[in-house]
């Protein structure tokens, strides 16, 4: 009687233990994926940090003068941003992210005008409106009526890959959903559309967590 006991005591505690390992491994998986999206973001925003932009990496240049009005020069590899003189200490890091993130909105909506103008002429597929907006899990949306939405953090990809996802969204007015058909002419319009999609698919979850 003693020894089924033990045995059963052995085989309840290594059980107990597999499923510690378990619990420890799936926990060790979870730290990983969050270590597998990189951060573009610096942890703190000041003179000499890095953030993407249109697919390259751009250098923070911080210069403090008597202006009210912040300004934003991109000299490439560098983006210059003047602001006041008077501004605190702790608040360069807000102040800059903030006044970055409206900046790159408004490229993003120069970028996009300027695609949707060469292709929805070029391939006859006109859009009602187009708008910038933030959204944290597409790229586009084209509605039933042709409105087409994209997201501002394609200003951080490629230059090609936010020409693709305009291309993909103008498609949508012609196939409305992702049958063969529509892959056939987003292949048409953008013929390395299969290399722009592995990009996202490769980048798109750490551009997706913004600046
Ligand atoms: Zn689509």
Same mark, same amino acid.
């Given at each position: ?9 052995? $085989?309840?505690?290594?059980?107990? +233990? ?17 270590? @597998? ?9 000041? #003179? ?5 932009? *249109?697919?390259?990496?751009? !250098? ?9 009005? !912040? ?8 983006? +210059? ?18 006044? =970055?993130?409206?900046?790159?909105? +408004? ?12 292709? @929805? ?6 859009? *009602? ?18 409105? !087409?939405?994209?997201?501002? =953090? =394609? ?11 305009? $291309?993909?969204?103008?498609?949508? $007015?012609?196939? *409305?959903?992702?049958? @063969? ?10 013929? #390395? ?19």
């Amino acid at each position: 009687m003693v020894a089924p006991l033990r045995v059963s005591e052995r $085989i309840i505690h290594n059980f107990v +233990k597999s499923q510690q390992d378990w619990v420890i491994a799936a926990k060790d998986k979870v730290e990983k994926n969050k270590q @597998a999206i990189k951060k573009i973001a610096p942890e703190q925003y000041k #003179d000499g940090v890095s953030i993407p932009f *249109r697919g390259e990496q751009r !250098i923070i240049q911080l210069h403090f003068q008597v202006i009210k009005q !912040i300004k934003i020069i991109d000299e490439p590899p560098i983006i +210059k941003l003047y602001l006041p003189l008077a501004l605190e200490q702790e608040n360069i890091h807000e102040t800059t992210r903030h006044a =970055l993130v409206n900046w790159m909105k +408004k490229q993003a909506a120069v970028e996009v005008k300027k695609a949707i103008d060469i292709y @929805a002429e070029k391939y006859n597929l006109f859009p *009602r409106f187009v708008r910038i907006k933030t959204q944290k899990s597409r790229w586009g949306s084209c509605g039933i009526h042709n409105d !087409i939405n994209l997201n501002w =953090l =394609l200003i951080l990809t490629p230059p090609k890959v936010m020409e693709y996802v305009v $291309i993909h969204e103008l498609c949508h $007015i012609q196939e *409305r959903n992702h049958s @063969a058909n529509f892959w056939h002419l987003v292949e048409k319009h953008c013929p #390395d559309y299969r290399q722009h999609r592995l990009w996202l698919k490769q980048n798109g979850h750490s551009v997706m967590q913004g600046l």
